[in-house]
């Protein structure tokens, strides 16, 4: 095995040192100058680029609201023929805005069967941007 030695004066240095005993200089280890030098600053620019590409915008509370009231408007329209079915709160819908600037309302109801047990329903309503207001694009159950 070949001996250490000392980048600063030479001097033969123990496999455990963290310190020249000769002229009190720091050892540096090659391997974890590498880790640290290359391979951990790719890995931070990875993970930054990568959470800007999946990150969901939250829209403005004023934009929630009218897209919330769109699809419970929607929602009423095509559930009319259910009575069975409540839907909840408009407060409690998440949404959502995607990069394109495309609104997504996660619509929830709940429907009392034929046994009297509810089951929650979901659906996804996707709206876009139209002059002043907004428009619905699609309307689909969701399955959760």
């Given at each position: 095995m070949t001996p250490l030695r000392c980048r600063v004066c030479g001097g033969n240095l123990d496999a455990q040192a963290?310190?020249?005993?000769?002229?009190?200089?720091?050892?540096?280890?090659?391997?974890?100058?590498?880790?640290?030098?290359?391979?951990?600053?790719?890995?931070?620019?990875?993970?930054?680029?990568?959470?800007?590409n999946?990150?969901?915008?939250?829209?403005?509370?004023s934009t929630q609201q009218s897209a919330r009231h769109a699809c419970e408007q929607a929602l009423l329209k095509?559930?009319?023929a259910q009575p069975s079915m409540r839907l909840k709160p408009t407060s409690q819908w998440p949404v959502e805005e995607?990069?394109?600037?495309?609104?997504?309302?996660?619509?929830?109801a709940l429907a009392t069967n034929a046994v009297g047990t509810n089951a929650e329903q979901v659906w996804d309503c996707a709206l876009s941007r139209n002059g002043d207001g907004?428009?619905?694009?699609?309307?689909?159950?969701?399955l959760r």
């Open positions: 963290k310190s020249c005993p000769w002229c009190g200089s720091a050892v540096g280890r090659s391997g974890t100058s590498v880790w640290r030098w290359v391979v951990l600053p790719m890995l931070v620019v990875y993970l930054f680029i990568d959470s800007g999946n990150a969901k915008k939250e829209p403005d509370s095509s559930l009319s995607g990069a394109d600037g495309t609104l997504l309302v996660h619509a929830s907004l428009q619905i694009i699609s309307l689909r159950q969701s």
